[in-house]
């Protein structure tokens, strides 16, 4: 897989589609690598004439790791409880600038971001901190960061807090891993057995390292309310949100919208804190048709 040189780091990325076409960067989310986008979203895209990049995260999958690097989530918390900052060994801000970096290194101007779950926040400060970068934004099952906003519901919030076996016990990690998938999932549209185990397996076996986990935790709580960032944001916005979702409520998709000047909003129903395979068409057609229209008009 290539690695590029992103903002003092080294990204894995795979690229699907026409290398000269309009590109579109997807950002995953908190703890999830690179192939958590599924197969057919990502292809589906490229068919529509995009240059479909995506990577992971620092802290996370084959890129760079802060191995070592300090990382109390519980201390963080009683923290914040009490009206204090948290410094984090990096923030989403940072991680905003790795994309940033990605781009420069595969010589893309500017690019349609899409960001799920924590990749919405990154996707964000993106179009707000880098609005001459961006083509148009899409943020999905993501929120504004406000702390009046509605939480999860307590057996999806559990997945952050749940205790992990050891990484080389391969059966117990992937068991556990398809848990916590289970509890963020779509009830509606709850994904085949056989498909999650894959996409578990296809994660742990390509890199089994999850001790970044704690740590892009705490750049999220760090981040706070992005309210009047995303007042700042001038591109083209579409937010997408689950009506199912139990881990970022859809008032939190809701909000989000509000916030940015002209964005669209789309809630899905039967849709998770996931990517149901019944409705991956039905996303790709959306953002599709949002990235050709901002395209259009620019």
Request: charged residues 25%; glycine residues 8%; negative net charge.
């Amino acid at each position: 897989m290539p690695l590029a040189n992103a903002n003092g780091l080294e990204l894995a990325y795979e690229e699907t589609g026409d290398p000269v076409a309009p590109a579109v960067l997807l950002i995953m989310g908190l703890g999830a690598p690179l192939t958590f986008w599924p197969d057919a979203f990502v292809d589906a895209l490229a068919a529509h004439g995009f240059r479909v990049v995506r990577f992971d995260n620092r802290d996370f999958g084959l890129s760079t790791k802060f191995d070592g690097v300090p990382a109390d989530v519980e201390i963080a918390d009683r923290k914040l409880t009490r009206g204090e900052a948290i410094d984090p060994p990096y923030g989403l801000p940072d991680m905003a600038r790795d994309a940033i970096g990605l781009l420069d290194a595969l010589n893309i101007d500017k690019a349609h971001i899409v960001g799920s779950s924590m990749g919405g926040m990154i996707a964000q400060i993106i179009a707000a901190d880098h609005g001459e970068r961006v083509r148009s934004l899409v943020s999905i099952m993501s929120t504004s960061g406000d702390p009046d906003l509605p939480q999860g519901k307590p057996e999806a919030m559990a997945v952050f807090t749940l205790k992990r076996p050891p990484p080389e016990d391969r059966p117990a990690f992937i068991a556990h891993a398809i848990r916590c998938q289970r509890a963020i999932g779509s009830l509606t549209l709850p994904e085949a057995e056989s498909e999650l185990r894959a996409r578990v397996e296809r994660a742990y076996d390509r890199s089994n390292y999850y001790e970044g986990v704690p740590r892009q935790l705490l750049a999220v709580m760090a981040n706070g309310s992005r309210v009047s960032l995303l007042k700042r944001i001038a591109t083209p916005a579409l937010v997408i949100h689950g009506a199912e979702d139990p881990l970022v409520p859809p008032e939190c998709g809701k909000d989000t919208a509000a916030h940015i000047p002209g964005a669209e909003f789309m809630l899905v129903e039967g849709m998770g804190h996931d990517f149901p395979t019944p409705l991956i068409g039905a996303l790709v057609e959306a953002i599709a048709a949002h990235c050709a229209k901002a395209d259009a008009r620019a």
